[in-house]
């Protein structure tokens, strides 16, 4: 198998010139992987609230599963500032694999919360995962019983009409979940009809509250970007051929028993 080393000899020689970034969000983990598809990732990674670059060059990784890290580019490190509240980096992108951004997967199991280590230290970890054909855009449908899904990203999916994605939900109803990460507020729907989970969630990705009252009101006051803390999951999954009215009955019995009526976001 080929090694980390093997595919980027350039660093062999010059290892404690590079500090390696695992980008990951402190909020919301796959911040970064939007600011990436987004074309944003530059911008986002040189914010930094504190000198966490002070090395020539910085190896960037991007978190997308556990002990799975996207390869972002080499930068280097041209001057730093402080500004306001936090400090701003100047990098330039260098063109060291460039043409393997997005698209090579590295295996580093990560038990540890530092997120900018030196290269020297752990390259010797770093395992080849994957090698995409083109950039990585989404995940493949991860199984309803794993499906954790931030706004972000769920909007990508819609998008992009993310084939594994769209059969899934489109296949099947029942009952989810959605998460305030920002408050800990919950909302529970339901999903039947045509395509269930994928038009129920497509009319979310519109307007941030696919007509819920509480959740309207939440997004008119709050503007359509706190969307983006909201978090999609499902809690029950039932056969198309399921009579709706047996669907509503288990959204009450879910309302009742998180209680969203009164401490969440459900009106009804």
């Given at each position: 198998m080929i090694t980390f080393i093997q595919l980027f000899p350039e660093l062999k020689d010059n290892l404690k010139d590079y500090k390696v970034h695992f980008a990951i969000g402190y909020r919301v983990k796959k911040e970064p992987l939007y600011a990436f598809f987004e074309r944003k990732f530059k911008k986002w990674q040189e914010w930094?609230?504190?000198?966490?670059?002070?090395?020539?060059y910085i190896l960037s990784l991007i978190y997308i599963r556990p002990n799975e890290w996207l390869y972002a580019g080499i930068y280097r490190r041209i001057d730093v500032k402080w500004v306001d509240d936090h400090y701003e980096y100047s990098t330039q992108l260098l063109d060291i694999n460039k043409d393997l951004i997005g698209r090579l997967i590295i295996?580093?199991?990560?038990?540890?919360?530092?997120?900018?280590?030196?290269?020297?230290?752990?390259?010797?970890?770093?395992?080849?995962?994957?090698?995409?054909?083109?950039?990585?855009?989404?995940d493949i449908f991860p199984g309803y019983e794993n499906l954790r899904i931030d706004f972000n990203m769920l909007s990508r999916i819609i998008q992009e009409q993310e084939l594994s994605w769209k059969t899934a939900l489109s296949n099947v109803k029942g009952i989810y979940l959605i998460t305030d990460k920002k408050n800990g507020k919950q909302y529970i729907g339901s999903a039947y009809g045509s395509e269930a989970f994928w038009t129920r969630w497509a009319n979310y990705t519109l307007n941030g509250h696919a007509g819920n009252k509480e959740l309207k009101k939440l997004i008119r006051q709050e503007g359509i970007s706190y969307a983006n803390n909201f978090q999609f999951s499902i809690l029950e999954v039932r056969s198309n051929n399921t009579d709706d009215d047996e669907i509503l009955k288990r959204e009450k019995h879910w309302k009742d028993i998180l209680l969203t009526r009164k401490f969440g976001y459900n009106d009804n």
């Open positions: 930094q609230n504190q000198k966490n670059f002070e090395r020539p295996r580093f199991e990560k038990k540890f919360r530092a997120s900018y280590l030196r290269l020297e230290r752990h390259v010797e970890r770093f395992q080849i995962s994957e090698l995409l054909k083109e950039q990585y855009s989404t």
